[in-house]
């Protein structure tokens, strides 16, 4: 018997279930556990801008650390980028659309906006980048789960919304999406798109049943993308998108560094594709330094945040 432990969240629940069948096809009894994180509990009152690291990890953990569970299945990007030693990420799934999505009833693409538009997104590292492409709009902050944001939306609370094109995909949202935006000009977040698997690093048993579903190219682009996130100092309050994907026998990273009103610093790095884990930290950490030199810094230290 294998259990799972998820967030009670749409989302959680189909990825927790799809990690859930995948085991099933090979033979282990399944359960599912619902656990609530103080995360949950504190969007249920009111969003916490003043969220702290891993507040939707720390039930999880200390349910695995007790042994009621197994495994969790979360959305990487949501992930703190440095795990306690008792945890390790047994998989890393083949990664989905790592795009981000935009959702519109009346409008088929973010430069058929009107100016003027209210495009909802509470993300800053999504709202900053856009502002630099189109700063004609009006961008407004945008909460809640995807059918609550599709609702608000269809209410006419914004002519247009900007989400993660998994989230949407994984719900059977895909209907939705109007424009799937290119990685160059809207940078996803590290690891959007991917799922992480976490269990006891001490339980060889679960690690190795988990061993099938790992995908060494999504493993090595997310280990990049999370040392360049950690090099910066990120967490997901910070407007920083990166992202990278094997091109023939390169990886290839690019990433940016957003601030408002508008300005930002984008660079990129990239390395040969026969590789192992720690060229991959390297790699992202290479991307680091070169945002930094092309000035990142400074919007780092004008945000607070300090890499
Ligand atoms: N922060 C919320 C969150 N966490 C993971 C996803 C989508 C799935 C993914 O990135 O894997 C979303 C929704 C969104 O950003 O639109």
């Not at 799809?18 to 009152?45: K, S």
């Not at 495009?119 to 630099?132: A, E, F, I, Y």
């Not at 060494?216 to 998108?241: K, M, W």
Request: glycine share 8%; proline share 4%.
């Amino acid at each position: 018997m294998i259990r799972i432990g998820s967030r009670g969240s749409q989302l959680a629940l189909w990825q927790s279930n799809h990690i859930a069948a995948a085991l099933r096809a090979n033979g282990h009894h399944v359960e599912i556990e619902i656990i609530r994180t103080t995360g949950d509990r504190l969007q249920e009152v009111t969003f916490a801008e003043v969220g702290t690291k891993g507040m939707f990890t720390k039930e999880i953990e200390e349910a695995l650390i007790a042994e009621r569970i197994d495994l969790a299945v979360h959305s990487l990007k949501d992930l703190p980028t440095e795990l306690a030693p008792e945890f390790t990420l047994a998989a890393l799934p083949e990664r989905a659309d790592p795009r981000d999505a935009f959702v519109s009833v009346d409008f088929h693409s973010f430069f058929d906006l009107p100016a003027g538009a209210k495009v909802g997104s509470s993300s800053p590292r999504r709202q900053t980048q856009l502002r630099t492409l189109r700063h004609d709009l009006e961008y407004i902050e945008f909460r809640g789960n995807v059918d609550t944001r599709l609702r608000k939306l269809q209410e006419g609370q914004a002519q247009a919304i900007i989400l993660a094109a998994s989230g949407l995909d994984r719900l059977g949202r895909t209907e939705w999406i109007r424009q799937r935006f290119d990685p160059e000009q809207l940078c996803p977040a590290p690891g959007q798109g991917a799922l992480a698997i976490e269990c006891r690093a001490a339980d060889a048993a679960t690690h190795q049943a988990l061993a099938f579903l790992d995908h060494p190219d999504t493993r090595f682009a997310v280990t990049a993308e999370r040392a360049a996130l950690n090099a910066l100092g990120g967490g997901c309050q910070v407007p920083i998108g990166v992202y990278c994907r094997r091109e023939g026998d390169t990886f290839r990273i690019h990433g940016v560094v957003a601030s408002n009103p508008g300005s930002s610093r984008g660079g990129e790095a990239h390395i040969s594709a026969s590789t192992t884990g720690s060229q991959a930290e390297e790699l992202g950490r290479t991307l680091a330094a070169v945002l930094l030199r092309n000035g990142a810094e400074s919007i780092l230290f004008a945000n607070q945040y300090k890499p």
